[in-house]
Nanobody
Framework: QVQLVESGGGLVQPGGSLRLSCAAS????????MNWYRQAPGKQRELVAG???????NYADSVKGRFTISRDNAKNTVYLQMNSLKPEDTAVYYC?????????WGQGTQVTVSS
């Protein structure tokens, strides 16, 4: 079993920054990918940023140039640095970790961008 603990959400003004963290612990063998998803009210959950083991990263078009995903493999932790935040970035953000044959989700952390 793998546990994911997220932190870093909150309320921020438009143009501000936040950094989300997600630490994985438990029976971790090989992590194949660590991702961030988000879900806004009334919308489907969407992939925001992904990091495949080996170094490849990918981003939703809506966050390119503003968000950066990074990992500390020694700590099994993934981060999402969010800059130039917009009201449309308001959502619950979920960490997603993939191991061979398994997918785990964090509990979600609320990000609200509002003046």
């Amino acid at each position: 079993q793998v546990q994911l603990v997220e932190s870093g959400g909150g309320l921020v003004q438009p143009g501000g920054s936040l950094r989300l963290s997600c630490a994985a612990s438990g029976s971790i063998s090989i992590i194949t990918a660590m991702n961030w998803y988000r879900q806004a009210p009334g919308k489907q959950r969407e992939l925001v940023a992904g990091s495949i083991s080996g170094g490849t990263t990918n981003y939703a078009d809506s966050v390119k140039g503003r968000f950066t995903i990074s990992r500390d493999n020694a700590k099994n932790t993934v981060y999402l640095q969010m800059n130039s935040l917009k009201p449309e970035d308001t959502a619950v953000y979920y960490c997603n970790v993939r191991l061979p044959g398994y997918i785990y989700w964090g509990q979600g952390t609320q990000v609200t961008v509002s003046s």
